[in-house]
């Protein structure tokens, strides 16, 4: 990590202050490793990674003096320096030079002192930090050493947990804890529960009034940055994100089926994004009930012991617009209960549009959402936006007043932290479109003002990306491969088989399924990808250097296909003939209806080495790390690393060996796809026949780089094993951790590996009791389907995330037998079952997943919609099915198909009525999904409302319908719940 610049002052000046500054007398001790006196100190590394981000310093005699008190000057500076800093890229750390030097603060006694000159002070006050009418007589006492518990407020403001009275009155599990006053506790709380502040273990004590050494700063301001994101990440995207308030979890209720809720309540327009501010003082009712609360000055009210439903939302503020909307705020007994609601201020005089296209350019691509920006207008109201969008023929486009079949084109943006005044447009087609919004107020109807923009709408050049895959290539619906014939590597022996991928990326094709058309059909077990792209026309040419560096050849003619001529094909594949260097360079074009466009060519780069293996200790001598991880595997303990060398998995080391260090990345390879294991692993031919590997490249231009980063941890198998490395580092469940918008790196290649055999197993872990990257199957499972249906319904809690609704006073704790140590791989791979298809392949269990197989007519028995035809039901009665009944065969006697005691028909049955119930009160049909909301196949999703639906009674019980219907299997994972789940919405619904 690169290391900020320092520059040495003469050493009088401020000595013991500025152990934490850029510029000072201290010295860097990097070139020592670290200081002389923390060599063998607990808090080394911590300290070593604050110098290493350039936020503190030593002393010129390079020590730290880490055991020596820490005074409040100091430490506000540690964390605002904390604060400024993107740990994963120093270059777009915001620079302390911005900071306000020399501003006077309210504080008698910071005039002159360092803290307050270098800006540090004004800062902390303006984040809210520090506020001055906390500190007596206007004295801010910068010298003085700082108490534990003015660390731990300080802390819990840095991550955004202002408000002190959601904890007020909290249990902190210290023996002292009766010595933390009211107005610290709340914060103690909220420092300790994100790791930031610890106790003392050898007595169980706080110590709240005890001064904090150097050492002990270093470590919670290193832990910071674990507990949420920095500013330089807002900063270095242009203030587009809000800062987001930390919505903690407030402590249980005491009453039975009641909650707590918080809403924070937000000024809709802020000057500065990056200082979110709060309304406080505003008076938040619920209804029904008249609940009513105040918020604080940091805009936040909290609602105790609230009984679960659904309410209604008023505020009044002074200043401010009225609030109150159609928009429900639900609470449940088993989640966090939270909501964001921005206010727009009273209008004082008439209304003054304008609006701007928050673009580079004015040229955008179609097909893609563009933000309309009307934060410059004044005089607004929430409910004084009119839009009119226009074509270039003078046709109004859409009306998004009047209810369409179709979603709304142009909405305000609604997710957590957005700015309400922008809204979004999505052109359809190239051409030239006028956005125009008339804007009104309460205090001057019918003077409307007007303003509009231009959005050029165009048609935008694909991107081709060439790659080597394992071949035959590719993975099919219907078609099994039981082996791979090569290793998908792009240094490769010579003779070897090289198969090539053309993959495209069109920025007017936003989701995958508009590259495939014709290709994203199910197959009857869901199965909807057989990994083309019918959208585009490719054109391949490859060349050929012998290794003498002579000149490049063209040899187009090696490239074959399994249909059509190889230089045409989306994927071929050619013979390596002769050592040397190939190249294989990719064209694309679209097949767009406005015109086809050509990208530019792009270049794949393949090795081939003749007989160019070496000693398996020439590898081991440099990478004996990796040599380890290896024998705690079963290649490892099969071979002794003879026939399973690193080059069965990277290729030949010969060239990578005598590469200069600059080049040996280019002469060695990894894949993350399963074909490379395929080679030797009947497992390869059996994850086929599985749902995982349906799953490839991503929409990325259908999902925001912050959101596909939460999607890489579980759809791609480099982002899962990286995710899973992050939780493991920081102690915490997969669910727990996620890549953060600076994680840059972690963002997938547009045309990387989906989920492959690495997803789950570690080809080199560094702990023996780890054959896949976690410690059980079952915890394999969980990381990925924490939240997706079929963990919900298995351990009955689809109240808690939200998936599914659980009806207020109703008890949904039944015991679920099937809900094993095992879980999801009690059944899922049992091996019992020995059934094999024509090529060999399991047809049930193992790597399959699969709990049926269709059998020899193809046709899939059981209860509920066909998958590949929701229109045809699925044939109960069929003889021929191959069932993986062992597993339930253990528990149950005599057990003929999954529909023990007819538990599914009757779980589909009252399915059905729900759904007729729920089409009979919407106009005879049901709700569709939102645009992106295709994630709510597995996940919850939202939906286009239900009409006339005030009090959510329909979209609570669809939300069950929803979850059932997802879960295939028709209740089988836990019958009880589901049928509780369905009792309860029907009675709902026929009530309401």
């Known amino acids: 990590m690169r290391l900020k610049q320092k520059t040495l002052l003469p050493v009088i000046v401020f000595l013991l202050a500025l152990f934490v500054t850029f510029g000072t007398s201290a010295v860097d001790a990097a070139e020592n490793d670290t200081f002389k006196d923390v060599q063998d100190h607990w808090a080394k590394e911590y300290i070593k990674q604050l110098v290493d981000y350039g936020i503190i310093a030593g002393y010129p005699d390079n020590t730290f003096r880490p055991n020596h008190s820490i005074t409040r000057a100091e430490f506000v500076k540690m964390v605002a320096q904390a ?49 001055p009418a906390e500190y007596s007589g206007q004295y801010f006492q910068p010298d003085k050493n700082i108490q534990r518990v003015e660390m731990a407020r300080i802390l819990a403001r840095a991550i955004g947990a202002g408000n002190s009275n959601i904890y007020k009155d909290a249990e902190l599990g210290f023996s002292d804890q009766d010595k933390i006053t009211e107005e610290f506790r709340g914060y103690v709380k909220v420092a300790v529960e994100k790791k930031l502040i610890n106790g003392y273990p050898e007595d169980g004590t706080f110590r709240p009034n005890a001064t904090a050494t150097r050492a002990e700063a270093s470590k919670m301001v290193s832990k910071r940055f674990e507990a949420t994101y920095t500013l330089a990440c807002y900063k270095h995207h242009d203030g587009e994100i809000t800062l987001p308030k930390v919505h903690f979890a407030v402590e249980e209720s005491s009453a039975v089926n009641t909650a707590s809720l918080v809403i924070s309540v937000h000024p809709a327009k802020n000057d500065n994004p990056l200082n979110p501010t709060g309304v406080a003082g505003a008076a938040v009712i619920l209804q029904p009930g008249g609940l009513t609360a105040v918020t604080d000055d940091e805009g936040y009210a909290l609602f105790k012991n609230v009984p679960a439903g659904v309410y209604d939302l008023t505020i009044e503020a002074d200043g401010y617009e009225f609030y109150r909307e159609d928009n429900k705020v639900p609470v449940t007994t088993k989640a966090s209960n939270a909501a964001q609601v921005f206010l727009f201020s009273a209008a004082s005089g008439k209304p003054d549009a304008k609006i701007d296209l928050r673009s580079d350019n004015q040229k955008v691509p179609y097909n893609i959402p563009v933000a309309i920006d009307t934060s410059a207008s004044n005089n607004v109201s929430r409910h004084g936006f009119r839009w009119e969008i226009i074509d270039q023929d003078g046709k109004v486009l859409e009306d998004p007043y009047v209810q369409t079949e179709t979603p709304l084109q142009l909405e305000a943006s609604t997710l957590p932290g957005d700015n309400p005044y922008i809204f979004t447009f999505t052109p359809p087609a190239p051409g030239d479109y006028t956005v125009r919004l008339h804007l009104s107020n309460e205090l001057y109807p019918g003077e409307a003002s007007t303003d509009e923009i231009i959005v050029q709408a165009v048609n935008v050049t694909p991107e081709a990306y060439p790659s080597v895959v394992p071949g035959p290539a590719p993975f099919e619906k219907d078609q099994i491969v039981p082996e791979s014939s090569s290793t998908g590597l792009q240094v490769v ?422 759904g007729q119930l729920l089409r009979e009160r919407n106009n005879g049909k049901l709700p569709q999904f939102k645009p992106g909301d295709k994630c709510a196949t597995c996940h919850r999703g939202g939906t286009l409302p239900f009409v006339d639906d005030p009090n959510f009674v329909l979209e609570n019980a669809y939300t069950n319908y929803k979850l059932i219907k997802n879960d295939r299997s028709w209740g089988i994972h836990n019958p009880k719940y589901v049928e509780k789940l369905l009792d309860d919405s029907i009675r709902s619904v026929l009530e309401d």
Not at 100 to 111: H, I, N, R, Y
Not at 541 to 570: C, F, I, M
Not at 865 to 894: F, I, Q, Y
């Open 83 to 131: 604060e400024l800093t993107n740990p994963d890229d120093l270059a777009t750390s915001i620079d302390p030079e911005q900071l306000s030097k020399g501003v006077l603060t309210v504080f008698k006694d910071t005039a002159d002192h360092w803290v307050a000159k270098q800006g540090y002070l004004q800062q902390a006050i303006a984040w809210k930090w520090v506020k």
């Open 493 to 914: 022996n010579k003779g070897d088989s090289v198969y090539l991928r053309g993959w495209a990326v069109d920025k007017n094709l936003p989701s995958p399924a508009l590259y495939n058309p014709g290709g994203n059909e199910s197959n009857q077990y869901g199965k909807n990808n057989d990994h083309y792209q019918r959208q585009f026309n490719w054109q391949w040419k490859l060349t050929y250097r012998p290794p003498a560096n002579g000149e490049w050849e063209d040899v187009s003619q090696l490239l074959q296909a399994e249909a059509g001529p190889g230089t045409e094909a989306q994927y071929p594949y050619f013979a390596a003939e002769n050592a040397g260097a190939y190249q294989a360079s990719l064209v694309v074009s679209d097949a767009d209806s406005s015109g086809a466009l050509v990208s530019e060519p792009t270049v794949v780069d393949i090795l081939v080495v003749a007989n160019g293996e070496v000693a398996e200790s020439t590898c081991q001598s440099c990478h004996g790390d990796k040599q380890a991880g290896v024998m705690m595997t079963a290649h490892g303990k099969a071979s002794g690393l003879e026939t399973h060398s690193c080059q069965s998995c990277h290729g030949p080391g010969e060239k990578h060996v005598a590469a200069p260090i600059d080049e040996k990345i280019d002469t060695i390879s990894v894949t993350y796809r399963s074909g490379l294991c395929g080679q030797c692993h009947q497992q390869y031919g059996q994850s086929q026949k599985a749902r995982h590997t349906d799953a490839d490249s991503y929409g990325f231009e259908e999902i925001n780089s912050a959101l596909l980063l939460n999607c890489t941890g579980c759809h791609y198998a480099k982002g899962h094993a990286q995710r899973t490395e992050l939780a493991a580092s920081q102690g915490k469940a997969f669910h727990e951790v996620n890549f953060s918008p600076l994680d840059k790196d972690k963002l997938p290649a547009k045309n990387e590996a989906g989920i492959t055999c690495v997803t789950c197993h570690d080809p080199h872990p560094e702990d023996s009791g780890r054959v896949i990257r976690d410690e059980t199957g079952s915890e394999t499972c969980n990381t990925c389907h924490y939240e997706k249906w079929q963990n919900v319904i298995l351990n009955g809690r689809s109240g808690e995330f939200q998936n599914g609704y659980e009806y207020p006073g109703e008890n949904y704790e039944f015991d679920n037998p099937h809900f094993t140590e095992d879980r999801c791989v009690t059944c899922h791979m049992d091996t019992t079952n020995t059934a094999v298809d024509g090529d060999g392949v399991r047809q049930v269990g193992g790597h399959t997943l699969r709990m049926r197989d269709a059998g020899s007519n193809g046709v899939l028995g059981g209860f509920g919609p066909r998958s590949d035809d929701p229109n045809r039901m699925r044939n109960p009665n069929e003889t021929d099915d191959v069932l993986n009944l062992a597993p339930c065969e253990k528990c149950h006697n005599d057990v003929a198909d999954f529909n023990r005691d007819s538990v599914q028909e009757k779980i589909f049955e009252k399915w059905q009525r729900l």
